[in-house]
């Protein structure tokens, strides 16, 4: 049984009389543990793909299966459920809340799961220091580093220790040695057992994944390992 | 998301933008504030007035002479003309009804006051022993009319005239002359500072009969009567109705009022007044319910890609939800303690500007300030937090 099993999936943008096929005739499995990047030219659909990976979006046919459930069919409520347990998510722009400092930034899904203070600070102090930003743990997003900001996210994305990690981009907006680091980061994660989504429009990067799925036009035209 | 949380997120919104929460608790503040203050204006005047009215004495009944073509209390009746005479035996009549504890007739005019060469205007208040007891007066030295001597020619003066025609000297066993009469002053009233209509510090009270043949006249100004209880004064009033017509052949001549219908009236039209004044000072807490509302509407669309960050994370629909009522209550609860706070202030100004006024804001008022605060808040803030709590989530987040 594969962790994620997409068939028939079609996602359309109605966009006035146009209509957009951001994803058509999907079907793709991914099994747990796979390093995954997804790769194709801007427009051709991946992070649509992401965002129904990740629950954020519906399909409009097709359906999708889950750790063998078809989530395609739950209340949003239930999704969001899934979400928060299963899986994570790590953004080209970090998506840090400003106010809050890194660690209460990283505590925000223990928070949201209603997790126990007590256990939430040992659980979000362990993750800080695995990432390195011990020291860090009282700063907000702006007096951190581009790479400093992007572990603080992916601890947070890490912090209830989802089936998958889905990444947007994850070094988009940082230089290529920090996100040399990142992506060590995440291969590490990986090596760890988590299962890694990865969008990237880096050639090199890809050709490090495990598996590659390149998009075009909101359909899949390669997967190879 | 445990509730301790939700407020602790919503405490760290709302000081995350201290300017956005500043302008917003002093809009509510200024609501609450408002009702407070001008409530305890509004009050503060109903309380003097009643308090003024109360000093009179209390469970008093008051008769008139002359038939009071409205039946109710009307100011015109203090002028009227006297088609039969109120008499001291009228009065006397009067104690034998059984709601009635005592009376005290009352004869008024004004005369001068020599003593020692020095002359004043003062106002005679012609009455019997009782008086004193009926009026809640205090004396200050010596000792008040003697009871059963309505010829006696002795006096009690206010606290006024002693300073004034006697200086720091006792006016006690002294003669005083007025106006072609000669009275030996046997007391001196407390000074009382205040009452309504005329200042009982001004006044020279003689025996009521000394005082009717001084101003030539049979009749009484009023017969003051104080029923035996609060509960009494209705009973007394009727006694003392029914006993004057008998007297006076048949005939309803004479008007009794209750000090109650009199304060009753003030109390009912202050009492609304501060009714109409807290309804537009609730008009500003009304605006800073709108103002609320705005404030949290551009909260969402500043915080849209937290709110996506959110969903993403995992947070359910009421999750979002609460956070945002959870602050907007948070912003309308510190303006409503801000506004109460002001608002005390704002009385206590009040009350130290004018000494007399008793302006404090009655309880309801404050609760009602309070409660509509937390009240519009919360409901301003409900189409804000439900719009946060129905964002798309792909959507929010590519607005970061
Ligand atoms: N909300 C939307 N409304 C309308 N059209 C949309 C919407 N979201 C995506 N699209 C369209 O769907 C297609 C796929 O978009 P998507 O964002 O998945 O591309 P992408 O591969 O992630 O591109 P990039 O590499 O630039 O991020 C595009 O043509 C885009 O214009
Ligand atoms: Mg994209």
Avoid at chain 1, 82 to 104: K, N, W
Avoid at chain 2, 123 to 128: A, E, H, L, N, S
Avoid at chain 2, 192 to 213: K, R, S
Avoid at chain 2, 285 to 290: K, M, R, T, Y
Wanted: net charge neutral; glycine share 10%.
């Amino acid at each position: 049984m594969s962790l994620i099993e997409l068939s028939g999936i079609e996602r359309i943008f109605k966009l006035g009389d146009s209509e957009v096929h951001a994803l058509a005739q999907l079907d793709l499995a991914i099994g747990a543990g796979e390093y995954v990047a997804v790769m194709g030219q801007s427009g051709s659909g991946k992070s649509t793909l992401l965002n129904l990976l990740g629950l954020l979006d519906r399909p409009d046919a097709g359906t999708y299966r889950f750790e063998g459930r078809d989530v395609t069919t739950l209340s949003a409520d239930e999704q969001a459920r899934v979400r928060r347990e299963r899986i994570g998510f790590v953004f080209q722009s970090f998506h840090l809340v400003p106010r809050l400092t890194a660690a209460e930034n990283v505590a925000l899904p223990l928070m949201l799961a209603g997790i126990e203070p007590a256990e939430r600070g040992r659980r979000v102090d362990k993750a800080l220091q695995d990432f390195g930003l011990a020291n860090r743990a009282d700063h907000r997003p702006d007096q951190l580093s581009g790479g400093q900001r992007q572990r603080v996210a992916i601890a947070r994305a890490t912090i209830m220790e989802p089936a998958v990690l889905l990444a947007d981009e994850p070094t988009g907006n940082l230089d290529r040695a920090t996100g040399e680091e990142v992506i060590r980061l995440l291969e590490g994660l990986n090596a760890g057992g988590v299962t890694l989504i990865m969008v990237t429009h880096d050639a090199a990067l890809g050709a490090r994944a495990g598996r590659r799925v390149v998009m075009q036009d909101g359909r899949k035209v390669e997967d190879g390992r | 998301m445990k509730p301790a949380d939700t407020l602790r997120f919503a405490m760290r919104a709302a000081t995350g933008y201290p300017l956005r929460t500043f302008l917003m608790v002093l809009a509510m503040s200024i609501g609450v504030a408002a009702v407070v203050v001008l409530t305890a204006l509004g009050d503060g005047a109903r309380r003097y007035v009643v308090n003024e009215f109360s000093s009179l004495g209390s469970n008093l009944v008051i008769v008139l002479p002359g038939r009071s073509e409205t039946g109710g209390f009307n100011p015109a009746n203090a002028v009227t003309s006297t088609p039969r005479d109120l008499t001291v035996e009228d009065g006397q009549a009067l104690t034998r009804a059984s709601a009635v504890l005592r009376i005290a007739p009352i004869t008024i005019g004004t005369s001068e006051a020599v003593f020692n060469g020095k002359l004043r205007d003062v106002t005679i208040v012609g009455t019997t022993a009782d008086y004193l007891k009926l009026r809640r007066m205090d004396l200050a030295q010596g000792r008040f009319l003697p009871a059963g001597e309505p010829n006696a020619a002795v006096a009690v003066i206010g606290a006024t005239i002693q300073r004034e025609l006697f200086g720091a000297g006792s006016a006690i066993g002294k003669v005083l002359r007025i106006g072609d009469r000669r009275v030996r002053v046997i007391g001196v009233l407390g000074s009382t500072g205040q009452g309504l209509g005329m200042n009982a510090d001004e006044v020279v009270i003689l025996p009521v009969a000394v005082a009717q043949a001084m101003f030539d006249t049979n009749t009484l100004f009023r017969v003051l009567v104080e029923a035996k209880g609060r509960a009494l004064i209705e009973q007394a009033k009727g006694q003392v109705a029914d006993i004057l017509k008998v007297r006076h052949d048949g005939e309803e001549d004479v008007t009794v009022i209750t000090q109650d219908a009199v304060l009753a009236t003030f109390d009912r039209i202050l009492g609304t007044l501060t009714y109409g004044v807290a309804g537009i000072a609730a008009i500003s807490l009304a605006v800073a319910g709108i103002l609320v509302m705005n404030v949290m509407l551009v909260a969402v669309t500043q915080r849209t890609g937290e709110i996506g960050l959110l969903k993403a994370l995992g947070a359910e629909g009421a999750a979002i939800r609460n956070a945002f009522l959870a602050e907007a209550a948070l912003l309308s609860a510190a303006g409503a303690v801000a506004g109460y706070l002001l608002g005390q202030a704002g009385a206590f100004a009040l009350r130290t500007a004018v000494r007399v006024l008793p302006a404090y804001p009655p309880d309801w008022a404050v609760a009602a300030a309070l409660g509509t605060a937390l009240v519009t808040g919360l409901l301003f803030g409900v189409m804000p937090a439900n719009r946060a709590a129905r964002l798309d989530p792909v959507q929010a987040l590519m607005k970061h």
